[in-house]
């Protein structure tokens, strides 16, 4: 059976940790910063495990050797 390909989209945005977990960056850190808070864009700055389920998703479909 052939290899089963990485999507290049996803291998730049989410990080396997060692646990298994799917690190992402977070979202709503681009643009219009003036109107959020100073907590918000302080606490966008790194990145955050994504949810189980959708971890699983990434994994599963993206990511298949993650």
């Known amino acids: ?3 089963m390909k990485t999507k290049s989209a996803a291998k730049k945005r989410f990080k396997i940790t060692g646990t298994g977990k799917v690190m992402a960056g977070a979202a709503h850190k681009r643009h219009r910063l003036i109107s959020k808070s100073k907590k918000a864009k302080r606490q966008n700055r790194r990145t955050a495990a994504l949810a189980k389920p959708d971890g699983i ?3 599963r479909n993206f990511l298949p050797y993650g």
């Open 1 to 3: 059976m052939p290899k």
């Open 57 to 59: 998703i990434v994994k």
